[in-house]
């Protein structure tokens, strides 16, 4: 299990798209909001990470994200929300 570090770009709620910066300044673009399950519900937690990416983008706050790898998937597991400096 890997866990990474990701700034958030953007994210938007209605298509669950959301775009991250790598470290090489390259940008990843191939994770969902974490509601954006493939099988089952989302969980509480996955429900709060969502509104917690959206509201710092939509506030204008830097939104460090916290990627979770295992098993050949990936997935949002976290935020922290700053304010920009």
Request: aromatic share 2%.
């Amino acid at each position: 299990v890997k866990k990474t570090e990701y700034q958030v770009l953007t994210a938007d709620g209605e298509s669950g798209e959301v775009s991250l910066l790598m470290e090489t300044g390259d940008t990843k673009d191939d994770l969902n909001l974490p509601i954006m399950v493939k099988i089952g519900e989302p969980t509480e937690e996955d429900k709060k990470v969502t509104e917690e990416m959206l509201k710092a983008i939509e506030d204008g706050k830097d939104c460090v994200c916290i990627v979770q790898a295992a098993c050949g998937e990936e997935k949002i597991i976290g935020t922290k929300v700053t304010d920009p400096k």
